[in-house]
């Protein structure tokens, strides 16, 4: 349900926002949280982690369809596929397959991992899908586990590393 929710909010932003005739298709799936912090040894699990992983992944679909660089494709017709692989981001080159299945060039995905209460690495990558390359792969460290931190973090990434690399 919540794939489906974040799928279809997403359609409905790029219906009013317009796409540069020079963007390039991408086929975007949600981001993960990867959690290496100590707390899950003791079984911690913050809802509010999950709840704002998958806000992050609307909001990295905004950032690119708003930069006019990209043209988010929609991965529906996939929703099987996806979930046959649990986390795109570490199932092993598995994004290649699903964009060239969608019909795009490439990829990208992103993760949150989680390193401590005060720590969280942002990491996007963005793949070929012909040849399984990584074409860009960025991170940042954030402070704060709130939606404000992993929010800016993931707009940093975007604005000063993956859209200026391609200027």
Request: with cysteine; charged share 25%.
């Amino acid at each position: 349900m919540k794939h489906f929710l974040i799928v279809v909010m997403t359609m409905y932003l790029a219906m009013f926002r317009p796409v540069s005739a020079n963007a390039d298709p991408v086929a975007v799936f949600d981001m993960e949280f990867i959690n290496f912090s100590q707390e899950v040894e003791f079984g911690a699990k913050n809802e509010a982690e999950y709840r704002r992983i998958a806000m992050l992944s609307v909001y990295l679909r905004e950032l690119l369809e708003g930069s006019g660089r990209y043209e988010v494709v929609d991965l529906t017709l996939l929703g099987d596929d996806v979930a046959r692989y649990g986390g795109v981001f570490s199932c092993n080159r598995c994004e290649e397959k699903l964009a060239r299945k969608a019909g795009v060039p490439t990829s990208i995905t992103g993760a949150v991992q989680k390193l401590s209460v005060l720590v969280q690495t942002v990491i996007l990558r963005e793949r070929d899908a012909a040849t399984g390359a990584v074409l860009q792969l960025y991170q940042t460290d954030i402070r704060g586990n709130t939606d404000e931190a992993w929010k800016r973090g993931l707009k940093w990434l975007v604005d000063n590393r993956l859209l200026v690399e391609k200027e």
